[in-house]
């Protein structure tokens, strides 16, 4: 097939209107990205109490955290999502039964959320747990000696100045969830690697949507590359960078 007739059969393929699956992959790539977005909120909102807990908690505490992101961050993130999959489903469902009501039903795009937010939220708590540290003591202790409350002291001390050591990790983080979304479609849930699948084996044009799915991520990833460049640009703004003299 030649240069035109080549085109012109990758852009029918590709195209908004049936026969072509452009609309399927941009419903699917919202998924994707809408899950991305819950899993990475949840993980934030456990890194902030798992960091915390870690630094300030009890020893029992700080012992179940340490269980929590040893045994995330050692077992392969695929093992995880399925055992966390079926497992929270099935859990669930038996407390329901437990409790005499009816087995209910649950949403894909819940429980992905909830999977890959527990994933996240492990390492969101040693990036989180290292931002912190990297607060210099004698202004915490300078707030406790003033009689700041801890709230006051987190909101108005620590997060403004662990923010910018934190935003490079964090957005490390964000684009692991964006790619973690594709491992659920070994679950059946239609985000964007699913349906790029399941439209190469319609059509066999495997190189045209996977290369598709390619573009997509990687869009996806310079745009929130440009996104948390920008933050961290605003985090360290009336800071002395290195070798600025």
Do not use: C, H
């Not at 807990?53 to 399925?82: F, H, M, Q």
Request: hydrophobic share 55%; net charge positive.
């Amino acid at each position: 097939m030649t240069g035109g007739p080549l085109l012109a059969s990758t852009l029918d393929l590709l195209a908004f209107s049936p026969p072509g699956w452009g609309a399927t992959l941009l419903v699917a790539l919202s998924k994707s990205i809408m899950i991305a977005i819950g899993a990475f909120a949840l993980g934030l909102l456990i890194g902030v109490g798992g960091a915390y807990g870690k630094l300030y908690g009890s020893p029992v505490t700080r012992d179940l955290l340490g269980i929590y992101t040893t045994v995330v961050r050692a077992v392969p993130e695929l093992v995880l999502i399925l055992i966390l999959y079926f497992a929270f489903t099935s859990s669930l469902n038996n407390l329901l039964l437990a409790w005499g009501f009816e087995r209910v039903q649950i949403s894909g795009f819940v429980a992905g959320i909830v999977v890959l937010g527990v994933v996240q939220g492990a390492y969101a708590t040693e990036v989180l747990r290292g931002a912190i540290l990297s607060v210099p003591s004698g202004q915490i202790e300078a707030a406790r000696a003033m009689g700041m409350p801890p709230l006051m002291l987190a909101w108005r001390v620590t997060f403004p100045q662990m923010l910018a050591a934190a935003i490079p990790g964090l957005a490390n983080l964000w684009l692991i969830a964006t790619k973690d979304t594709a491992l659920l479609a070994v679950v059946g849930y239609a985000e964007l690697t699913l349906v790029t699948r399941q439209a190469a084996s319609t059509t066999k044009a495997f190189f045209t949507f996977f290369m598709a799915a390619g573009v997509l991520y990687l869009v996806i990833s310079i745009l929130s590359t440009i996104l948390f460049a920008k933050a961290e640009a605003w985090a360290r703004r009336g800071q002395v960078r290195p070798g600025s003299g």
